[in-house]
Structures are given as structure tokens and as C-alpha cells.
């Protein structure tokens, strides 16, 4: 059974930057589709980013340009960086996996981390 475990979240300032790391228990090299997404108190889970098996990612609108996706596969480690946060960016940040590319649709990712928290101040 394929496990996930987020690290890296904690509470920062509007405009400043984190980095989550997920460690996976098998090797990445092989994921056809990994993501990340988050999820805010009375709100529905929402997808942030995802990245294919070719490394081509996929940003939801609302995070373009401030985040970044990325793996590392000799570590089999998927790190989100966020520089630029907001307020709105507070949620509880989980990865994912899905057996195939789904892009940022929650109900298609079939393993899932227990989560991180990111908390962002005005």
C-alpha cells in the first residue's frame, strides 16, 4: 500500500513563501499522475497542481505564477513552493496520487496523504 506524508507547512505572513514536501513510500520515477491539493474550513476540497509522468504540470488560476510543483525522484519526494501567499491560500494542503493523468479532479486521486497545514496572516 502506497503511502504519503506531507511535511513543511506552518504559519507565515501575507507575501511570504513555503515549500510542503510529500514523501512517497514507492518510487516516483513511475507516477503517471501526482497533485496536490487543499482544502479551507466549510469549503469543498480544491486541486492546486498536478504533474504528469513527463513532469508537465498544471496550476489551478488562482495559484499561477506564484506556485510551483515539482519532484524529486532519486528521493521520491513531490514539493509544492508557494512563494507569494495569501490569505485565501490558508487550508489544509494534502498530495495525491491518481493511477492515471486526471488532472486537478479530487474524486479520480485514489491515495492520499494525511495533510499539512498553512496558515497565512494578513
Known amino acids: 500500500q502506497v503511502q504519503l506524508m506531507e511535511s513543511g507547512g506552518g504559519s507565515v505572513q501575507s507575501g511570504g513563501s513555503l515549500r510542503l514536501s510529500c514523501a512517497v513510500s514507492?518510487?516516483?520515477?513511475?507516477?503517471?499522475?501526482m497533485g496536490w491539493f487543499r482544502q479551507a474550513p466549510g469549503k469543498e476540497r480544491e486541486g492546486v497542481a498536478a504533474?504528469?509522468?513527463?513532469?508537465?504540470?498544471t496550476y489551478a488560476d488562482s495559484v499561477k505564477g506564484r506556485i510551483t510543483i515539482f519532484r524529486d525522484n532519486a528521493n521520491s519526494t513531490l514539493y509544492l513552493q508557494m512563494n507569494g501567499l495569501k490569505p485565501e491560500d490558508t487550508a489544509m494542503y494534502y498530495c495525491?496520487?491518481?493511477?492515471?493523468?486526471?488532472?486537478?479532479?479530487?474524486?479520480?486521486?485514489?491515495?492520499w496523504g494525511q495533510g499539512t497545514q498553512v496558515t497565512v496572516s494578513s
Open positions: 495525491a496520487m491518481a493511477p492515471q493523468w486526471v488532472r486537478l479532479r479530487p474524486s479520480d486521486y485514489n491515495t
Open positions: 514507492i518510487s516516483t520515477s513511475n507516477a503517471n499522475c
Open positions: 504533474i504528469d509522468r513527463d513532469d508537465n504540470p
